[in-house]
């Protein structure tokens, strides 16, 4: 159990009197949901940019009491969203202690319980199981079986001397074993078609049936999957009837706002360095110019993986310079981006006549998503104290290994630094990390609006040389 304040009740008869009754799944995901809507709570906490598109159309299917399928492209957050559902469910649930099924010990279902309920009455002992284990989940491959999904006969008990004909002598697969749960199925059209016929009846009768054993075992159970368009992928599709059997579908998408995909960096992105809002928001801004891409294949889409990877691979060489340079902080900086790139070409699918090409379309991607970044945070600032610099003759050397006290050492006192800062949102509290970041931000930004010339030699960056 995920906690011991379970209540108190360790028997049938002890639940009677504590008042239970028996709320089937979708009842006590109904009841829930509408609480926290009443009581203006996140319902899913964790989910970004949905709020006036996905979310509605959620809500709206999980009060109807409808299965269904999240429909949509890669890395679009359907797994993390199938996820929250669990805790839409009652923290605590009662069940016959030992079931495999988790019957309810007011309504049991299977043989043993049912025999242990006759035999023992009120005193059927009960455990309590949380939330959390309610959930199952099972990523569709080919291979599954029938038998993973819902069962098969155990050789285990047969040779203990049982016949083939006991229904006791069935293992329970992942599906019944999920009775009064939630059961998520994830890339459900790579599951073989003749497997996904063996969901019919969990959908629609609510039942399962096992090879050619006379058994009939109703199961309480909700069935959310997960699903890429079937333009898209090539592995398999889901099955008409099956389709048919589930309540509602519900397309999910990228996020339509650049502060949300900010957030989402925030919240998913493990850094272990600083990593500032101007350089989450370049990498925002580049996530989205390749989901606009013509050279990007969209019919893959561009995961919100990719953005996070981007984040958490410019910390990462933050922290290597922090280590080479002996800096006692790893702050990133703009000469961060570049070295990430091509790490990232394997998440993305480019279109027919791109071979070749793929490092030099995201090199240009970026440097657009910089200077929207630039003009975005410091556009009408007076930035003239930083080209007079250039105007007479000065220079500033950069790169991925050059500490940040260099950086600031060749560029001197600067008027208008200030003001970057408060721009940029660091105000009086900045490190000299987050200076020097600011810093080759603002230079970075001044070359790509032509306002003053870069050059790269022997891998380092040389603003102002002509």
Known sequence: MSSPNHPSAATVGQLRE???????????IRGNLLGRLRSGEDAFPGIVGFGESVLPELETALLAGHDLVLLGERGQGKTRL?????????????????????????QPVCVRCRALAAEQGDDLPVTWRHRDDRYTEKLATPDTSVGDLIGDVDPVKVAQGRTLGDPETVHYGLVPRANRGLFGLNELPDLAERIQVGLFNVLEERDI?????????????????????????????????LKDR???????????????EITLLRQEAHVVATVDDNLLEVLARFTR???????????????ARFAIAAAEGVAGSALRRAARAGESTAVA????????VPTLIGKLEFEMGEEGREVAVLDHLLKL??????????????????????????????????PGADVLRQLGTVPGLSKVLDRLGYGDSASPGQVAAAV?????????TRRIEKENVDGRTVYGAA
């Open 369 to 402: 998503a910089v200077a929207g970044t630039f003009r975005d945070r410091l556009s009408g600032l007076d930035l003239s104290g930083f080209t007079e610099v250039f105007a007479e003759g000065g220079i500033v050397e950069t790169g991925n290994l050059v």
């Open 289 to 303: 110019a390749l989901r606009d891409s013509a050279s990007i294949d969209q019919r893959s889409g561009v995961s």
């Open 440 to 448: 080759e931000f603002t230079l970075e930004g001044l070359h790509l």
């Open 333 to 340: 900086r703009v000469c961060d981006l570049p070295i990430v």
């Open 246 to 260: 589930f309540g509602a579908e519900i397309r999910t998408h990228y996020l339509s706002e650049l502060a949300d």
């Open 82 to 106: 199938m996820r929250t559902l669990a805790g839409l469910l009652d923290e605590w649930s009662p069940e016959v202690a030992g079931c495999e099924i988790h019957d309810d010990p007011l």
């Open 209 to 241: 049936q096992v090879r050619g054993y006379s058994l009939r075992l109703p199961l309480d159970v909700f069935v959310i999957a997960t699903a890429n368009p079937e333009d898209y992928t090539n592995r398999g599709r889901i099955i008409t009837p």
């Open 18 to 28: 504590h008042g239970y009754q028996t709320r089937t799944v979708k009842d006590e």
